[in-house]
């Protein structure tokens, strides 16, 4: 076993050790320092294509080479270096080290320029055959590689009737005749013991042609001219040619053709497939030279002497650099003029030329060098103009507003106010001329244009700023843009305004039938302090505070101030009678005519003998056809949130109302988010906050979706003169405990006939019964005037065998006080109907309103008070009027509502007591909500007449029905 062993290990150890020993025996083909490395450069046997080869061959102390030579195959090489350009040099060799294939002019010129490089500073060899076929060490000569920078020369001399031509080559400032110079390898020049190459195979087929006519080329003159205008007006592009038979001109001559002037510069612009070219050109007198080009300023006098002219090399240098250094690829195409490389022009790809944002700056500087730009729109599919924008502005005071003079222009091309705003609204910074060409918006005026439209309106080719949004004029436009005028205008804006809180005092009206308060006197002064201005505003003072007698003395004190004082109202229909009822009740001496009903007036004739014009929101948009045809002193909008959306109807109808002054009166002025002001700011106070969509981007979207303390501050502040906002506890101290109001609520049309139809009924029913029935029959009576009670409330809640649809007036008001109040207060909310308060609850829920119920089959009824009290999420209770009527001590709400009044005021007060209490800090409000034309309209008034009934706390429905006559039965329905 171990003999065996042995064995096995003897046989691996003989078969890798030679394995082993080549590795470490076999060098590498070349070191780093590549020693013994030459390059050799010799013609195929066969082909006679240029070889180029690697080898390796040592060498004598003199440093000649020994044989033998050996062959190193390029691309072994390739892999033992990271280098690039020593990576480049062994692809090259390889290229040439096998080549068969017939000459490619374009990658043989980028190998061999790779192969020039020399990155190793390998010794170079030629082969010369006439010493060996073969190559060795006997027929290789050195010479020194490098790439040639030709500079040829034409002579041109005139010798009788003929024309000898003759050229010459200048290489690091020695000329050599052609017949001295040998071309080697297609693409070589060979001069004593340097091989060149050149890198422009122009210039070798050109040094070819001449030396296959040893250097002298013989035109006669018949010939000549000809010759010149095909062959050396194309060659001068590229050789400089030497008229040494023309005169160089004298003064005579330059004066007389135009030389003498100043020398015109020019770009012109071409196409070659997705390359822009630019050729610059300068103008002597009347010929155009182009600048990188040898071509000489040839020229007849008036004799028809032939004559040249210098270039004036220093202004052409200077429009090289002028082009140059408007860009980095111009700068390095400029370095290869300089290097002779003899391209004829500038080039960029299409894609980059064509960007505004370079070439515009690139125009405008060349062009205030005094170099013209042609052919910019000739290339194609392209419209735009190659002119920055000339944009001036200027602001003065008009009448009403301060009015903007916006001049842009493209070179001779003036933008329409109209166009601009179209970019402009449409975010592009491009803008159509009329021309057809398109010019580009700078970038910082598009913002500072977006602020000019959104704050203005336009009007013709001027931009009108409403004097009210005097902030954004001095925010947008700087003061060297501002008229004298405009300025003083300012300034007494900002003073006045700016001294918000000292307003003048108004005197009173004398005819007012009411003393105001102090906050009411404020609220006076303010309205008339925006009147001297004739700036509009929004009143928003809480529900309860009296905006109505506020606007009232503000009507009254524009009796001697304006000449027609006719004031249009407008409110919603449920407020109607209100308004009605105040001015009478205020100021009886004002003359008032209420378009509404079917029955309304349809013309506005007789409106100059009336100061109040009162209608609803409803007939506005029945009648806006007529009554936007009269200018009314002001437009009063009451419960304005009911034009918050600038979409809607109503703010539409109201926007084609003409008057000298519009105010705004609600109690919320914000209900869901900040766009909420803008409709009513809009009409009350047009221009204030710019354009829609202007507000929207500047302040809603950042203050509603990302809560922009700053945003939010700015339009505070730039609304703060125009808002006149009190809450009730700004002004607890001023008001009485306790104030009670009437919400006069209007059916629809579905509502008011199901009504209609249980009254008949029950009115057929007491006609048709003398007292005595009438007085048997009360509970019958009763229960028919019930029905009508629960109409008013909701048909819904008579709909046990018939439906008749949920058309609820007192639900859509009820529900718009509960959303706009809850925020921000609790409230009671009672009926004598739990299937009122069930419906209630229903849409509440819907609403995801947070509410406590309470009602005669409530078990937990502690739980469900205290719920109310402790939880703040719960804003509302909803409270059946004879479960909740007494017991309860709800001082945490200030907001009462009493959705359906019965007989006895009394009962409704001892709900409203739930709240006014002792512990109350609060001043409470308590809201009746009233169908008009209805059974409670007439309730209300019999509660007025029959004072027994307010006094008698303890009768019931039935004894209520008793008292009562036939005739008191029918007057109620």
Same mark, same amino acid.
């Given at each position: 076993?171990?003999?065996?062993?042995?064995?096995?290990?003897?046989?691996?150890?003989?078969?890798?050790?030679?394995?082993?020993?080549?590795?470490?025996?076999?060098?590498?083909?070349?070191?780093?320092?590549?020693?013994?490395?030459?390059?050799?450069?010799?013609?195929?046997?066969?082909?006679?294509?240029?070889?180029?080869?690697?080898?390796?061959?040592?060498?004598?102390?003199?440093?000649?080479?020994?044989?033998?030579?050996?062959?190193?195959?390029?691309?072994?090489?390739?892999?033992?270096?990271?280098?690039?350009?020593? @990576?480049?040099?062994?692809?090259?060799?390889?290229?040439?080290?096998?080549?068969?294939?017939?000459?490619?002019?374009?990658?043989?010129?980028?190998?061999?320029?790779?192969?020039?490089?020399?990155?190793?500073?390998?010794?170079?060899?030629?082969?010369?055959?006439? @010493?060996?076929?073969?190559?060795?060490?006997?027929?290789?000569?050195?010479?020194?590689? +490098?790439?040639?920078?030709?500079?040829?020369? #034409?002579?041109?001399?005139?010798?009788?009737?003929?024309?000898?031509?003759?050229?010459?080559?200048?290489?690091?400032?020695?000329?050599?005749?052609?017949?001295?110079?040998?071309?080697?390898?297609?693409?070589?020049?060979? $001069?004593?013991?340097?091989?060149? %190459?050149?890198?422009?195979?122009?210039?070798?087929?050109?040094?070819?042609?001449?030396?296959?006519?040893?250097?002298?080329?013989?035109?006669?003159?018949?010939?000549?001219?000809?010759?010149?205008?095909? $062959?050396?007006?194309?060659?001068?592009?590229?050789?400089?040619?030497?008229?040494?038979?023309?005169?160089?001109?004298?003064?005579?001559?330059?004066?007389?053709?135009?030389?003498?002037?100043?020398?015109?510069?020019?770009?012109? %612009?071409?196409?070659?497939?997705?390359?822009?070219?630019?050729?610059?050109?300068?103008?002597?007198?009347?010929?155009?030279?182009?600048?990188?080009?040898?071509?000489?300023?040839?020229?007849?006098?008036?004799?028809?002497?032939?004559?040249?002219?210098?270039?004036?090399?220093?202004?052409?240098?200077?429009?090289?650099?002028?082009?140059?250094?408007?860009?980095?690829?111009?700068?390095?195409?400029?370095?290869?003029? +300089?290097?002779?490389?003899?391209?004829?022009?500038?080039?960029?790809?299409?894609?980059?030329?064509?960007?505004?944002?370079?070439?515009?700056?690139?125009?405008?500087?060349?062009?205030?060098?005094?170099? !013209?730009?042609?052919?910019?729109?000739?290339?194609?599919?392209?419209?735009? +103009?190659?002119?920055?924008?000339?944009?001036?502005?200027?602001?003065?005071? &008009?009448?009403?507003?301060?009015?903007?003079?916006?001049?842009?222009?493209?070179?001779?091309?003036?933008?329409?106010?109209?166009? =601009?705003?179209?970019?402009?609204?449409?975010?592009?910074?491009?803008?159509? %001329?009329?021309?057809?060409?398109? &010019?580009?918006?700078?970038?910082?005026?598009?913002?500072?244009?977006?602020?000019?439209?959104?704050?203005?309106?336009?009007?013709?080719?001027?931009?009108?700023?409403?004097?009210?949004?005097?902030?954004?004029?001095?925010? #947008?436009?700087?003061?060297?843009?501002?008229?004298?005028?405009?300025?003083?205008?300012?300034? =007494?804006?900002? +003073?006045?305004? !700016?001294?918000?809180?000292?307003?003048?005092?108004?005197?009173?009206?004398?005819?007012?039938?009411?003393?105001?308060?102090?906050?009411?006197?404020? &609220?006076?002064?303010?309205?008339?302090? @925006?009147?001297?201005?004739?700036?509009? &505003?929004?009143?928003?003072?809480?529900?309860? #505070?009296?905006?109505?007698?506020?606007?009232? !003395?503000?009507?009254?004190?524009?009796?001697?101030?304006?000449?027609?004082?006719?004031?249009?109202?407008?409110?919603?229909?449920?407020?109607?009678?209100?308004?009605?009822?105040?001015?009478?009740?205020?100021?009886?001496?004002?003359?008032?005519?209420?378009?509404?009903?079917?029955?309304?007036?349809?013309?506005?004739?007789?409106?100059?003998?009336?100061?109040?014009?009162?209608?609803?929101?409803?007939?506005?948009?029945?009648?806006?056809?007529?009554?936007?045809?009269?200018?009314?002193?002001?437009?009063?909008?009451?419960?304005?949130?009911?034009?918050?959306?600038?979409?809607?109807?109503?703010? /539409?109808?109201?926007?084609?109302?003409?008057?000298?002054?519009?105010?705004?009166?609600?109690?919320?002025?914000?209900?869901?988010?900040?766009?909420?002001?803008?409709?009513?700011?809009?009409?009350?106070?047009?221009?204030?906050?710019?354009?829609?969509?202007?507000?929207?981007?500047?302040?809603?979207?950042?203050?509603?979706?990302?809560?922009?303390?700053?945003?939010?501050?700015?339009?505070?502040?730039?609304?703060?003169?125009?808002?006149?906002?009190?809450?009730?506890?700004?002004?607890?101290?001023?008001?009485?405990?306790?104030?009670?109001?009437?919400?006069?609520?209007?059916?629809?049309?579905?509502?008011?006939?199901?009504?209609?139809?249980?009254?008949?009924?029950?009115?057929?029913?007491?006609?048709?019964?003398?007292?005595?029935?009438?007085?048997?029959?009360?509970?019958?009576? @009763?229960? *028919?005037?019930?029905?009508?009670?629960?109409?008013?409330?909701?048909?819904? %809640? $008579?709909?046990?065998?018939?439906?008749?649809?949920?058309?609820?007036?007192?639900?859509?008001?009820?529900?718009?006080?509960?959303?706009?109040?809850?925020?921000?207060?609790?409230?009671?909310?009672?009926?004598?109907?739990?299937?009122?308060?069930?419906?209630?609850?229903?849409?509440?829920?819907?609403?995801?309103?947070?509410?406590?119920?309470?009602?005669?089959?409530?078990?937990?009824?502690?739980?469900?008070?205290?719920?109310?009290?402790?939880?703040?999420?719960?804003?509302?209770?909803?409270?059946?009027?004879?479960?909740?009527?007494? *017991?309860?001590?709800?001082?945490?709400?200030?907001?009462?509502?009493?959705?359906?009044?019965?007989?006895?005021?009394?009962?409704?007060?001892?709900?409203?007591?739930?709240?006014?209490?002792?512990?109350?800090? /609060?001043?409470?409000?308590?809201?009746?909500?009233?169908?008009?034309?209805?059974?409670?309209?007439?309730?209300?008034?019999?509660?007025?007449?029959?004072?027994?009934?307010?006094?008698?706390?303890?009768?019931?429905?039935?004894?209520?029905?008793?008292?009562?006559?036939?005739?008191?039965?029918?007057?109620?329905?």
């Amino acid at each position: 076993m171990q003999e065996k062993g042995e064995e096995q290990l003897n046989f691996n150890y003989d078969k890798l050790l030679p394995i082993v020993k080549k590795s470490k025996a076999q060098p590498p083909i070349a070191t780093k320092s590549h020693a013994n490395l030459v390059l050799v450069f010799s013609r195929h046997r066969h082909y006679r294509h240029l070889v180029i080869e690697l080898m390796t061959a040592d060498q004598t102390k003199q440093g000649k080479l020994k044989n033998p030579l050996q062959v190193v195959e390029p691309l072994d090489l390739l892999w033992k270096t990271e280098d690039q350009q020593e @990576l480049k040099f062994f692809a090259a060799v390889s290229k040439f080290k096998n080549h068969y294939q017939e000459s490619q002019v374009a990658s043989d010129l980028e190998a061999l320029k790779a192969i020039v490089v020399n990155p190793l500073s390998l010794p170079v060899y030629l082969h010369d055959e006439q @010493l060996a076929a073969t190559i060795n060490a006997s027929s290789l000569t050195k010479i020194e590689l +490098s790439a040639l920078k030709p500079e040829f020369e #034409l002579n041109i001399d005139e010798r009788a009737d003929q024309f000898a031509l003759e050229g010459i080559l200048h290489l690091q400032g020695k000329s050599f005749a052609l017949e001295t110079v040998e071309l080697r390898y297609q693409y070589f020049v060979k $001069i004593k013991q340097n091989l060149y %190459l050149v890198k422009d195979p122009f210039f070798l087929s050109l040094m070819d042609f001449f030396k296959q006519h040893r250097n002298q080329l013989v035109l006669e003159r018949e010939v000549y001219q000809n010759f010149q205008e095909e $062959i050396l007006d194309a060659l001068e592009e590229k050789v400089k040619i030497n008229y040494s038979y023309l005169k160089p001109a004298t003064k005579k001559q330059i004066i007389e053709q135009g030389f003498d002037l100043e020398n015109e510069k020019l770009i012109y %612009l071409t196409e070659s497939e997705d390359y822009v070219l630019l050729t610059p050109v300068m103008r002597y007198g009347a010929l155009e030279i182009p600048i990188i080009s040898q071509k000489q300023i040839k020229a007849k006098d008036k004799r028809g002497q032939m004559f040249t002219l210098l270039r004036d090399e220093q202004k052409e240098l200077q429009f090289i650099t002028d082009i140059a250094k408007m860009h980095p690829y111009f700068e390095e195409q400029a370095y290869e003029f +300089s290097e002779q490389r003899h391209a004829d022009c500038f080039y960029m790809h299409r894609k980059h030329f064509i960007s505004p944002e370079w070439f515009l700056e690139a125009f405008e500087a060349w062009r205030s060098k005094g170099i !013209a730009i042609l052919g910019f729109n000739g290339l194609k599919d392209n419209k735009l +103009s190659p002119y920055k924008a000339n944009i001036s502005i200027k602001v003065i005071s &008009g009448i009403d507003w301060f009015e903007t003079a916006i001049k842009v222009q493209f070179n001779k091309q003036t933008v329409s106010l109209k166009h =601009l705003h179209k970019s402009i609204r449409n975010k592009n910074k491009f803008v159509q %001329l009329d021309d057809g060409t398109i &010019g580009m918006l700078p970038d910082e005026w598009l913002q500072k244009f977006e602020g000019y439209f959104g704050a203005g309106e336009i009007s013709e080719e001027t931009l009108r700023t409403p004097n009210i949004n005097y902030s954004a004029v001095e925010e #947008l436009y700087e003061e060297a843009l501002l008229s004298i005028d405009a300025k003083e205008r300012l300034q =007494l804006y900002r +003073s006045k305004l !700016a001294a918000f809180d000292q307003i003048d005092e108004t005197e009173v009206p004398a005819t007012l039938n009411a003393t105001l308060r102090g906050y009411q006197k404020e &609220g006076l002064n303010w309205l008339n302090f @925006l009147d001297t201005f004739n700036f509009g &505003g929004c009143l928003a003072d809480d529900m309860g #505070l009296g905006k109505t007698i506020q606007v009232l !003395a503000f009507i009254l004190s524009q009796q001697e101030k304006v000449e027609r004082n006719t004031n249009l109202i407008i409110v919603p229909a449920s407020l109607v009678f209100n308004w009605q009822q105040e001015i009478k009740k205020f100021a009886p001496t004002l003359k008032v005519t209420t378009i509404y009903g079917a029955n309304r007036i349809k013309h506005q004739k007789d409106f100059d003998q009336y100061q109040i014009v009162l209608t609803s929101y409803g007939t506005l948009l029945a009648d806006v056809a007529w009554l936007k045809a009269y200018r009314f002193n002001y437009i009063f909008l009451d419960e304005s949130q009911s034009i918050k959306n600038p979409d809607s109807q109503r703010y /539409k109808a109201a926007r084609l109302l003409q008057s000298r002054n519009k105010i705004v009166l609600t109690g919320t002025p914000i209900e869901n988010n900040t766009f909420d002001l803008y409709g009513q700011l809009s009409f009350a106070c047009p221009g204030l906050l710019g354009n829609r969509e202007h507000f929207r981007q500047q302040y809603s979207v950042p203050i509603d979706q990302f809560k922009d303390s700053r945003r939010a501050e700015e339009l505070q502040q730039r609304i703060k003169p125009f808002i006149l906002r009190r809450t009730k506890t700004q002004v607890a101290q001023e008001l009485p405990d306790k104030t009670e109001m009437v919400i006069y609520c209007e059916m629809d049309q579905k509502q008011r006939e199901i009504y209609e139809s249980a009254r008949n009924e029950i009115r057929d029913y007491l006609m048709g019964r003398s007292e005595d029935e009438l007085t048997k029959s009360s509970m019958h009576v @009763l229960q *028919g005037i019930t029905k009508l009670r629960q109409i008013c409330n909701s048909p819904s %809640l $008579i709909s046990k065998e018939k439906f008749y649809g949920n058309a609820s007036a007192k639900m859509d008001v009820l529900l718009e006080q509960i959303e706009s109040k809850a925020p921000y207060h609790k409230i009671l909310v009672f009926s004598q109907f739990v299937g009122m308060l069930n419906l209630v609850k229903e849409a509440l829920e819907d609403r995801g309103v947070k509410f406590a119920y309470l009602s005669g089959q409530t078990k937990n009824r502690e739980a469900v008070v205290n719920s109310f009290r402790q939880d703040e999420e719960i804003r509302v209770f909803l409270i059946s009027l004879k479960a909740g009527g007494v *017991g309860l001590n709800l001082t945490e709400a200030d907001y009462v509502y009493l959705i359906d009044p019965w007989w006895n005021p009394a009962v409704e007060n001892q709900a409203i007591d739930r709240t006014y209490r002792i512990g109350q800090q /609060k001043n409470v409000m308590a809201v009746r909500l009233i169908c008009l034309d209805t059974i409670e309209e007439k309730i209300m008034l019999m509660q007025q007449k029959k004072k027994d009934l307010v006094t008698d706390l303890i009768k019931t429905d039935a004894s209520v029905f008793k008292s009562l006559s036939k005739n008191d039965l029918l007057e109620l329905i």
